[in-house]
């Protein structure tokens, strides 16, 4: 099991890199896959089969081959190396580093939130996932529901010519 | 999970290992036979008694063929491609519940690889992946056909995708799981679930045809405006991997269907002979496989009657016709179990 971990952990780490440091954008989509292929296989050694296999269907499965088919249409094929001006470098760094320390902020509390809710083999199956979200999260769940028609019935005005 | 049921279980996922690759290998032989009956022709009759032999010809064939890659291909996905195609495709057939179960030496041993609590959303995630070994391979081959093709099959699967997800989730209304054992144990005696969901099961074959990029949905290969579509650039195993991978989908589509839908290996009036559970469990799977092969000629049957769609047809029957019926569907059920339970 601590073998599958550190092996799986391996991978992420590597693939995450390459998506950064991968000149080619083809190549960094399919090690971004890669990744998230190995996050769901971190997810199934919680034993959390449904959030692993959610996880497979929506990010591994629509949301990159949509990016997949972009950069496909736009044909990026070769590899494309970015000269931009010291000031956008400069802000740049800086709106990364603002936007790392709001994640070690959020990460910090979720410790408060572990306390609450302790690990069992059962939390990542479909009655653990729906009993909590439909008792607890009930009014957050239908709020995000609604945010996603918006944001789909906005794409949808926007990409309209003439309304 | 102790020795002797991991020693089975390792020998049955040959079994069904070799079943699914000499199901695919001989629906290429049914294939063309059913065709040549539709033309009033005879079909491969040379190799063999009745051209029994005439896939084993072909797998030669595709092995001894020069191997070519295109000199502006991308090599590494160039072979990537077909790989992904060909392992997902036979990933699916794990969580499909071949049978009921066997006692051996006074141990019982279910006819289920991997009984997941959530089997049917693993056959969903499998068949998601599948669409990168097209666009891959389409990509990769540097042709723009081939990237036209990619291109078509990437977005008909995503669109189909999400109304054969909507009609499993009227299905997982009506049943209450996602296991796929426990969706075929439910229909047990004659409550299969086509009787309770008729316009699921036709939104969800309907889709399964655009799944497995089957005529009338061929359009990622469609040769009359695309060479090839996807593989125009392949040859030899690697294209051999492609269609291969085709007849795979073919059959573990057929055998979802089957699954979900007819029951699975259940036959009504079987439990009645007072015949040992043993031999009940064989004959289950015997049903079982003698549904997907009646799956199996629907789909070809269907290939040879009617012409290919045109890809805004496609569409527009796709996300304005197929997806509000799912939603319909859905809605319907569910006001249906609500009113149902409150009794």
Redesign the interface.
């Known amino acids: 099991m601590i073998f599958l971990f550190y092996f799986l952990s391996a991978i992420m780490i590597i693939c995450a890199l390459a998506v950064v440091f991968s000149k080619n954008p083809?190549n960094n989509v399919?090690y971004l896959?890669v990744c998230f292929l190995a996050m769901a296989g971190h997810y199934i050694l919680l034993n959390a089969?449904?959030l692993a296999?959610?996880h497979?269907?929506v990010y591994?499965?629509?949301i990159m081959?949509?990016f997949?088919?972009v950069i496909?249409?736009l044909n990026l094929?070769k590899a494309i190396i970015l000269r931009k001006s010291t000031v956008t470098r400069v802000s740049a760094v800086i709106t990364g580093g603002i936007f790392f320390l709001v994640l070690l902020a959020a990460t910090r509390q979720t410790f408060e939130i572990h306390a609450r809710y302790p690990f069992t083999s059962e939390f990542g199956?479909?009655t653990g996932i729906g009993t909590v979200l439909f008792n607890e999260f009930l009014l957050p769940f239908e709020m995000s529901s609604i945010l996603f028609i918006s944001a789909m019935v906005g794409a949808l005005m926007l990409g309209k010519k003439d309304v | 999970m102790d020795l002797t049921t991991l020693i089975f279980k390792t020998i049955f996922l040959f079994i069904i290992l070799l079943v699914t690759l000499i199901v695919a290998m001989y629906s290429t032989y049914g294939e063309r036979k059913v065709a040549a009956f539709m033309q009033d022709r005879r079909g491969p009759n040379r190799a063999g008694p009745f051209g029994l032999l005439q896939p084993l010809a072909d797998g030669l064939k595709m092995f001894m063929k020069e191997e070519i890659i295109p000199l502006t291909a991308?090599r590494k996905?160039f072979i990537i491609g077909p790989s992904i195609a060909m392992t997902t495709a036979l990933l699916t057939g794990v969580v499909i519940p071949w049978g009921g179960s066997l006692t051996i030496g006074g141990k019982e041993f279910s006819l289920q690889i991997a009984d997941?609590?959530?089997g049917i959303?693993?056959v969903?995630?499998m068949?998601?992946?599948g669409?990168?070994g097209i666009?891959?391979g389409g990509?990769a081959s540097?042709n723009k056909y081939a990237?036209l093709g990619?291109?078509r099959a990437?977005?008909q699967m995503?669109s189909y995708?999400l109304a054969m997800g909507m009609s499993i989730i009227a299905l997982v209304l009506t049943t209450g799981s996602?296991s796929l054992h426990e969706i075929v144990s439910q229909q047990h005696g004659m409550h299969w679930n086509i009787f309770y969901q008729p316009l699921g099961f036709f939104i969800f074959i309907t889709c399964a045809f655009a799944e497995t990029n089957r005529a009338p949905f061929d359009l990622p290969e469609c040769e009359t405006e695309l060479i090839g579509g996807y593989h125009t650039e392949y040859s030899s195993m690697k294209l051999g991997f492609y269609l291969f991978a085709e007849y795979i989908n073919m059959f573990i589509s057929s055998a979802v269907i089957a699954t979900l839908y007819f029951g699975g290996y259940n036959m009504p009036f079987l439990d009645d002979l007072g015949l040992a559970q043993n031999t009940v469990t064989l004959l289950g799977t015997g049903f079982f496989f003698m549904k997907i092969f009646a799956m199996i000629f629907l789909f070809m049957w269907i290939r040879w009657t009617l012409p290919r769609f045109r890809y805004d047809q496609l569409m527009n029957l796709g996300w304005k016709g197929l997806i509000p019926m799912a939603i319909f569907n859905i809605m319907a059920t569910g006001i249906y179990y609500f009113f149902t339970e409150l009794t």
Do not use: H, P, R
């Open positions: 083809i399919i896959i089969q449904f296999v959610v497979v269907i591994t499965g629509a081959v949509l997949l088919f496909m249409l094929n199956l479909v | 991308n996905l997941l609590n959530i959303l693993y969903f995630a068949v998601s992946i669409v990168y666009m891959i990509w540097n990237l990619a291109i990437a977005s995503i995708e996602l």
